[in-house]
């Protein structure tokens, strides 16, 4: 992508009738804000601490032999997963990947209470 960068040097290797697919490729590329794939890691952290919240709250289920976390784990899951669908279709992925990231950090609570639940 590099190379391609600067216009059409190296297209000569490519086969007829793709050359200007290419250019289109490297273009749309290059036109990503370099903040965006940021974005994308902030993103998977966040998914990461919702599974993490959720792990622990079947852990408490099993701990406990309650039925009330497994279903609490269900419900959060769906929560996050739906919300984050419907603010891509409403507002964009900016909007959904920031409520992502607030669904990370009650997930952070949510760990730090499963976990004081299972030291009693």
Partial sequence: MVLRR????????????????????VT???SVPPW???L????RA???LV????TALVMLSFARNALWPLITAILWHALVDGTAVYAVARSGVVV??????????ASLIIIR????GLED
Avoid at 40 to 43: L, Q
Avoid at 96 to 105: K, N, Q, W
């Fill in 96 to 105: 959904a990947e920031g409520i992502v990231f607030a669904f990370g950090v």
């Fill in 113 to 116: 209470w499963v976990r004081r």
């Fill in 40 to 43: 994308g890691g902030i993103e």
């Fill in 46 to 48: 966040s998914a990461i």
């Fill in 51 to 54: 599974h993490l919240a959720t």
């Fill in 28 to 30: 749309a590329y290059w």
């Fill in 36 to 38: 965006l794939p940021i």
């Fill in 6 to 25: 600067g216009g059409d040097a190296g297209l000569a290797s490519v086969p007829a009738g793709n050359s200007e697919h290419l250019v289109k490729a």
